[in-house]
Structures are given as C-alpha cells and as structure tokens.
C-alpha cells in the first residue's frame, strides 16, 4: 500500500530559526514528490516539486532534498518568519502522476 | 486561490439532509478533484474528473456523488448526509504549473458540519 509518513506530527520554533520537516514514502511508482504549505483555513499551496532525478529543489527560503534511493525527502526552511505557520504536506504522485498520495502534514508554529 | 471557488464556505446541516458543495475555476484545466480532509489526517480523493464526459471514483467514494456541469464547475453532493461526513472538503484542478510540471491548485475549502 502507498503510504507517506511525516514527522514531526508539530513543531514550535522561534522567529529567525531553522528548522527541518522529513519525509517518508513508499509509493511505487514514483513519479513525483511534491511540498504544500497549507495555512489554516485555505486550501493548500505548492511550494516545491522534484522528480526521480533531482535532489534538490529551492524556492525562496523553502529548501527541498529527495533521497529516491532511501525514499525519504526533507523540507529545510531558513531564517522563519511568523507567515510561515502552517501545515506542510508532502505528496507523492505515483504512475502517471495524477494519483496524489498524501502525507497528514506537519504542523509548523513560528513564535516571536 | 482565487481561480478555483468553492460555495458555501461554510455549512452546518441535519443527518438525512442532501447538500450540494460546488466548485467553479478559471484556469482553464479539464481536469478537477474533490478531496475531504480530516483533522490528523490527509487529504483523501472522493472522486476526480480529467473532462465533462468522464467521472472517476477516488478512495472514498461511498456516500457522495459529483456531476460535472461544463468544463469550469463540478459539484459534489452528499445525498443523505451523516455525522461523519463532518470534514473540511477541498474542490481542485491541475494543469501546467511549477516549471511545467503538472501540479493541483486548490480552492479555499468548504468545512460542513453535519448534526
């Protein structure tokens, strides 16, 4: 059965910190790995997306990492800022890509 | 967000009632979802439509039907709604986005309450 796990389930760090949020799956056939920020409330939002052969993918301050080998993906984020709390869901797209399998998100609380 | 709607926002209703969650885009996309989200939980595929023609079941399917009026709207509704149908319902679409690859747009979310 495909399946993404998250971790941590939540999270609480400081305005200005980093923090790393992971990523595991065991969908097959990969396709496709995708990041969602979702804030409360709202639908969610494309951050990154990478496929078999890429290892990282940068948008703004939103770092993402793929390990095809390990199935395992991580999403670094540097320097948070209060907007970034939110959920963070990790998707992986199987076969042709258009079968989304969804991790439960990690819930991201930045403090002042 | 603003080219995928979702109506009503927000809706309380009774066990037995049928209610109707509609989706309208502007983006131009054949292909359109409808997914339930559950605190603690992922998002789940209730059924998707890739044209006007055709109409697929996702996951979990039972309980609720859809009709895909025309390209931009596709609707999603519980015939006779029960309590744990209670959920935060997500209407998208997907077509061309982040450097081409075809990704899902979402709209705001429709959260139902059912009594």
């Known amino acids: 059965k495909n399946q993404v796990e998250q971790s941590p389930q939540s999270l609480i760090i400081l305005e200005g910190k980093n923090c790393t949020l992971q990523?595991?799956?065991?969908?097959?056939?990969?396709?496709?790995l995708r990041w969602y920020k979702q804030d409360t409330g709202r639908g969610p939002v494309s951050l990154t997306i990478?496929?078999?052969?890429?290892n990282t993918k940068s948008n703004g301050r939103y770092t993402a990492t793929l390990d095809a080998d390990t199935k395992q993906s991580s999403l670094h984020i540097t320097a948070s800022q209060l907007s970034d709390s939110a959920s963070y869901i990790c998707v992986v797209s199987a076969g042709s890509g258009y079968a989304l399998n969804f991790g439960k998100g990690t819930s991201l609380l930045v403090t002042p | 967000d603003a080219d995928v709607t979702q109506t009503p926002r927000n809706r309380i209703t009774k066990t037995g009632k049928r209610i109707m969650l509609e989706c309208s885009q502007t983006k131009g996309h054949d292909r359109m979802y409808w997914y339930r989200q559950d605190p603690g939980l992922g998002l789940q595929l209730i059924y998707y439509?890739?044209?006007?023609?055709?109409?697929n079941k996702g996951e979990i399917s039972d309980g609720y039907s859809v009709s895909r009026q025309a390209q931009a709207k596709f609707s999603l509704s519980l015939e006779s709604a029960i309590p744990n149908q209670t959920a935060l319902y997500f209407c998208a679409t997907s077509g061309p986005g982040l450097a081409g690859y075809n990704e899902q747009f979402f709209g705001p979310g429709t959260r139902l309450t059912v009594l």
């Open positions: 990523c595991n799956y065991t969908v097959s056939p990969f396709s496709n």
């Open positions: 439509s890739f044209d006007v023609k055709d109409i």
């Open positions: 990478m496929t078999f052969s890429e």
